[in-house]
Structures are given as structure tokens and as C-alpha cells.
């Protein structure tokens, strides 16, 4: 996905005293404003040339590449290969491969692809260092910002839910900040989605982006995946956890639901706000998926 944005010239300049033959220079940001990434053909290779939105941003994700470094394999993650604290700028080996959300895999060949994100993710979750007291007590805010979120979401669109999504909603603000305190913490890759999955037929499963990189409870890192391919393949989640090495348990499958149904209801809550039926869409059939779970 491209916006065909040129790449600023204090960039053009970066780059170039980093890679003198760099030549082609293509714009493959998400379709979002806080995207901001070109891939920068060199010889027969490439890199990758991206800006943070925020110090915040850059600082988490160079330390998500030295994690990755460490906790994974050649050819599983792209490496750092540059990058600059005053321009936010990070320059990134090409990871193999082609990213899975939208890729054509039979059944068989879904199955492996979530197999083995499962068991890459473990391996990364397995590399974490014991939480600090600051640490536990930043994911104890985070829940507590949550449940709050989500009491404060109900007020503006309990109109637009039935009883049982309301009753599960409540159940987010009353149940949430308990029940993840008594979850160990690790150190997330913080957006484990398919988007941010690369797939190689040779090398396999890879991962790339660690811009929400920070610790926090493992079960956040399945949020995405619950709400929007769990829930209507089962299979695919079987698979995974497969990988993972070991099942949820109860404490962190009801987690799991609370946290997936506080997305639904800020998706619901955004799209209504901002006239967005999009948002609006996504948020009832998550919604609608999460009260199915219960029934």
C-alpha cells in the first residue's frame, strides 16, 4: 500500500551518507498519517527507511529490534541497520518474504503460517526478564485505563447494544483490572498481527515493526486476532496455540474476551463519535462475536 509521498529531503540526504549507491525510492506507508516508510532499492537488494511519530515511538522500537536480535533467529526479523534520535528515522534490513494478511494460502498452508507464529511469539515471550515493581505496576494502570475506557464507551452507546453486549461490556470495567493482575508480564511485540506477519515459502515465518514494542501481559498480544479471526476459525486458533506450546487458561481466556470486547466497544464509540460507519461495522461485529463466546 502506497501514498506515493517523496521522501524528504533531509532524509534523501541521511540515507545517502549511510548507503551512497541507494537509488530507487518507493513510498509504502499504510494508509494512515502516522505512516511514514520507503523502501530504498540498492543494488539488487533493499531497505527500509521509516520515521517515528513521536521520540516515544523511536525509542520503543530501537529497543524492539535489539530484542529481536536477541530472541530471534536469521531470516525471523529485520535488523537495525541505522537510525537517528533527532530525525526519528530507522533504517531496516528487508525481511523475506510477503506479508500474510490478504496472501492466497490454502487451509493446510494457514494452519502451518499460525503454527509457527505461535511458536516464534513464545520463543520472544520466553526471552523476557522478570517484571520490575515499575513495569507491574504500569500494566496495573493500563488495565485500570481500560476497564475506565470501557465504562465511559457504554455511556455513549449503550443505545446501540443489546443486554448481553452491555452486561459484557460492564463486565470489562467491574472484572478487568483483578483478574490481569494475576498474569505474569512479558515483553510484548505489541502489534502480533497479521499485518506485521511475514511468510517465506524457504525460510518461513518472520516478523517486522516494533514500534509497540513494552511490556505487558502476554493475552494483549492475541486481542486483534480474537475479535477479528478466532472467533470464525477456530481451527487457525488451535493451530497457534499449537505453536505457543500451551493452551490460555481460564483467568487468561475471560482476559482475553474483556480485552477484545473493550476494543470492540472504543471501535463502536470512535465511529460513532466521528461519523465513521466503518468504525462503526467493526465495532458491532466484534461485539457480536464476543457475546457469542458466552452463549
Known sequence: ???NTPIPSDLRRWVSSHLPGAAQVTDVSW?????RVWRVAVGADAVFVKVSPSTRDYE?????YAYAARALGAHEAPRLLASDP???????SRQPGNVVRGLPLDVGEERHVY???GHLLRRWHDHSHPASDQVRE?????????AEEA?????STAGHLDNDQRD?????SRELPELAAGISAVYRHGDYATRNWMWHPEHGHGVIDFEMFAPGIAVEEFVWLCGAVWAVRPDLKAAYFSGYGRPLSDREERVLRLLTVRLGVSYLDSGLTKQQPELVERGHLILTRMTREYR
Open 1 to 3: 500500500m502506497t501514498q
Open 31 to 35: 494508509p494512515r498519517g502516522s505512516s
Open 60 to 64: 520503543r522500537e530501537v529497543r524492539g
Open 86 to 92: 533527532d530525525l526519528h528515522v530507522l533504517m531496516t
Open 115 to 117: 503454527e509457527l507464529a
Open 138 to 146: 504500569d500494566i496495573r494502570t493500563s488495565m485500570a485505563n481500560q
Open 151 to 155: 465504562a465511559a464507551c457504554l455511556e
Open 168 to 172: 459484557l461490556v460492564r463486565a470489562v
